[in-house]
């Protein structure tokens, strides 16, 4: 028996994959052997069968596909934020919420962790 390799990518073992049911192998086969080659916690057979099913689908690359997620601030948003307290220094986070329909937490963010201001208006 070969050795076990400890460490892979995801990538690596849906190439794998790709190949043993290209050659025709059974989902149970296929997760048998890459499981004797990179060990007993590489992937489950469900996922096994999963990207069997893809690749039937004609799905042709093995990368991650690109989700929605949690929306990410806008990047311009930053910079007009950062110009609005440039012209005014005694502006209240809750008056750039309102501004820019945003939530505290998000202004907070922007105003204290990315532009790196302690104080915006102090009363």
Known sequence: MGTVLCVWTQKEV???IRFLWAKGRAPIEIHREIQAVYGSNVMTVQHVRKWCREFSG???????EQRSGRPSTSADLVPAIEETV???CRVLLKELEE???LSHGTIWDIVHERLG???VCSR
Request: overall charge positive.
């Open 86 to 88: 440039h012209a005014n």
């Open 117 to 119: 201001y302690r104080k």
């Open 58 to 64: 004609c799905r042709l690359n093995v990368t991650d």
């Open 99 to 101: 501004q820019f329909n």
């Open 14 to 16: 849906r190439s794998v």
